[in-house]
């Protein structure tokens, strides 16, 4: 039950702002740097993959940082931990701003990363200051904004470098970000746990470091070789770790990311969905970028200057915040499976179109605009499964997991994206071939998570399980 009596001199409607602002500040902030990558690729001298470690640190951070913040959220004040997590992202944005190589901008996003803690804060913040009508409005509102963030600054930051160096993509945010500090400070009350807890440490440092070596490796790849000894042990440490890491978790009372809940299948195919939504719509923020500001001479470049990318990237916020609502009327007509299978398809389209582009504006719009769709239609049903498929107690966990897992599918994409554009570099410029391989994989993630889904039901039906039954769908599904 929500608590519907504020403290003293806390103006419900206020703190609610507040926190929706917070995520929305992060959300544009975590995208704004996607139609500059070839403007600040070339101002510091970087390659392909060293440049998508400006990506791929938030994304880096946050998968291992907002499973660390929700928790700390569960048994600390939400608000201090809001706070502490604000001048963090302010930290990571100034040094962002002043950057001067890869490295230190790097460092900055690394930050800047753990600044996506925000949107488990919100809802929790939500769930302890407003009333039980304003909960549902209010959750519906941070969705929104995540949506709209994202659209935001992929426009606005399009403009930007238009008019001005790329830095003054990091001064704005910094100045907002500063204000949302204060307001927090000011607005939103005190909010105690309901009881103390411990965090899961160990686990948090497995994952990062499985993470990061993966990725280390993945950047080393075309230096290494792919198939090179050093990349092999950078593949098999990574590995080891990320054992390590399972074994921690499913041993633990309180762990980091409950991975029990993986073994009923409805659940595992949507933390499916999640890793290939992430994993796409990061590789689009790359990569189009990169497509769509080469040289027309190319044959497959559009020459576009940033704001024209801006716009071309506008319609995997805008559409997917569009498209969301449609999914509700989607599964009514055709159903629940179908309605999964219609979106995952519709991603593999995205990058078919982008393989015969050939230089089309119009058709590299297409793509986006796909992409753009089948996130907000997949990820959306993806969780409508698991709130039909599963008792009430497991949805918080599912979310928890489901964020970490999209966090964990964007660094893959980018990372990987950057690392294969590198190696099939000609005089520091991607070749169609890279990005033909690129695409390729898009394709085959979109199969693999199609087949997945041939598992679940047609329609998904509403029933009311219970803790019995869960264990029991958990025992048939690991037998």
């Known amino acids: 039950m929500t608590n519907p009596s504020p403290t003293r001199g806390h103006n419900p409607m206020m703190t609610l702002s507040v926190v929706v602002a917070s995520v929305f500040a992060y959300k544009g902030l975590e995208s704004v740097l996607s139609p500059a990558i070839p403007i600040v690729q070339e101002s510091l001298g970087a390659t392909e993959a060293e440049i998508a470690w400006v990506l791929t640190a938030v994304l880096l951070t946050g998968a291992v940082a907002t499973p660390l913040i929700g928790r700390l959220a569960d048994i600390r004040n939400k ?8 001048g963090i992202v302010a930290v990571g944005v100034a040094i962002s701003g002043l950057s001067v190589s890869v490295p230190m901008l790097t460092v900055g996003q690394l930050l800047q990363g753990i600044g996506l803690g925000v949107v488990p804060l919100a809802f929790g913040i939500i769930r302890d200051t407003q009333t039980e009508e304003r909960v549902k409005s209010g959750n519906g509102a941070v969705i929104g904004f995540i949506y709209a963030g994202t659209g935001f600054a992929i426009v606005g930051s399009g403009v930007l470098v238009t008019l001005l160096p790329w830095r003054w993509l990091f001064c ?11 307001a927090s400070w000011k607005l939103i009350p005190s909010c105690p746990p309901v009881k103390r807890g411990s965090v899961d440490w160990t686990g948090a440092a497995l994952l990062g470091s499985s993470m990061a070596v993966l990725l280390i490796g993945i950047t080393e790849a075309p230096e290494w070789g792919w198939l090179s000894i050093k990349f092999g042990g950078a593949l098999a440490t990574s590995a080891a770790l990320l054992a ?3 074994f921690v978790e499913l041993r633990s009372r309180e762990p980091l990311v409950d991975l029990r809940i993986l073994a009923t299948r409805p659940l595992a195919v949507s933390c499916l969905i999640y890793l290939a939504c992430g994993f796409s719509v990061n590789m689009m923020f790359l990569t189009i970028p990169m497509l769509a500001q080469q040289s027309a001479d190319t044959g497959f470049g559009l020459a576009a200057s940033a704001f024209t990318t801006s716009l071309i990237l506008l ?3 805008l559409v997917g915040a569009v498209a969301a609502p449609v999914t509700g009327w989607l599964d009514a007509h055709i159903g629940s499976r179908a309605t999964l299978l219609l979106a995952i398809v519709a991603n593999g389209a995205a990058f078919a179109v982008l393989l015969v582009a050939n230089g089309s504006i119009v058709l590299v719009i297409l793509g986006s605009t796909l992409v753009g769709a089948s996130g907000g239609v997949a990820l959306t049903q993806a969780m409508n499964i698991v709130a039909l498929t599963s008792p009430a107690s497991r949805i918080g966990a599912f979310s928890g997991l489901a964020f970490v897992v999209k966090a964990v599918g ?3 994409g980018v990372q990987l994206s950057g690392s ?4 099939g570099a000609q005089g520091g410029t991607p070749s169609w071939s890279s990005f033909v391989i690129v695409f390729g994989i898009g394709i085959a ?3 693999g998570v199609a087949a997945a889904c041939l598992h679940l039901p047609r329609r998904t039906a509403h029933p009311q399980l219970d803790d019995e039954a869960v264990r029991e769908d958990e025992r048939s599904s690991v037998n």
């Open 445 to 447: 993630i979109t199969i």
């Open 410 to 412: 964007g660094t893959l």
């Open 172 to 182: 704005v945010p910094f100045a907002i970000i500063v204000v949302i500090f204060f």
């Open 420 to 423: 294969i554009m590198t190696t």
């Open 244 to 246: 390590a890491f399972i």
């Open 79 to 86: 608000k201090t931990v809001l706070l502490w997590v604000l």
């Open 315 to 317: 319609p995997i916020g």
